[in-house]
């Protein structure tokens, strides 16, 4: 059984910047696809990041430039830079066995999420 915890959200003028953690346990996670989710209210899930291995990092084209995933061990991090106020989302980090997906359902285990929130 996979735990995630994230954390680093928080409130930010459009421009700012903020640095998402989610720490992972429980599991060999070495084997996973991590990946980063958002959700609006009302709003469908949309994919932001994803990596499973070295070269197979993706990025949603929305983000791609100023948003970037990275791993650590049991860590798996979203840099958020240039925020704007779209980007205002319950933020969520997902883990799945083998090759990333944008799909949702490809995801086993999911965080809490945390909320950011993006003024202009």
């Known amino acids: 059984q996979v735990t995630l915890v994230e954390t680093g959200g928080g409130s930010v003028q459009a421009g700012g910047s903020l640095y998402l953690s989610c720490r992972a346990s429980g599991a060999d996670y070495a084997r996973f696809c991590m990946a980063w989710f958002r959700q609006r209210p009302g709003k469908e899930r949309q994919g932001v990041a994803n990596f499973y291995r070295v070269g197979s990092l993706a990025y949603a084209g929305s983000v791609k430039g100023r948003f970037h995933l990275s791993r650590d061990n049991a860590k798996t991090f979203l840099r958020m830079n240039n925020l704007k106020s779209e980007d205002s989302s319950v933020y969520y980090c997902?883990?799945?066995?083998?090759?990333?997906?944008?799909?949702?359902?490809?995801?086993?285990?999911w965080g809490r999420g945390t909320q950011v929130t993006v003024s202009s």
């Open positions: 997902a883990a799945g066995p083998g090759v990333c997906s944008w799909r949702g359902q490809a995801f086993s285990y």
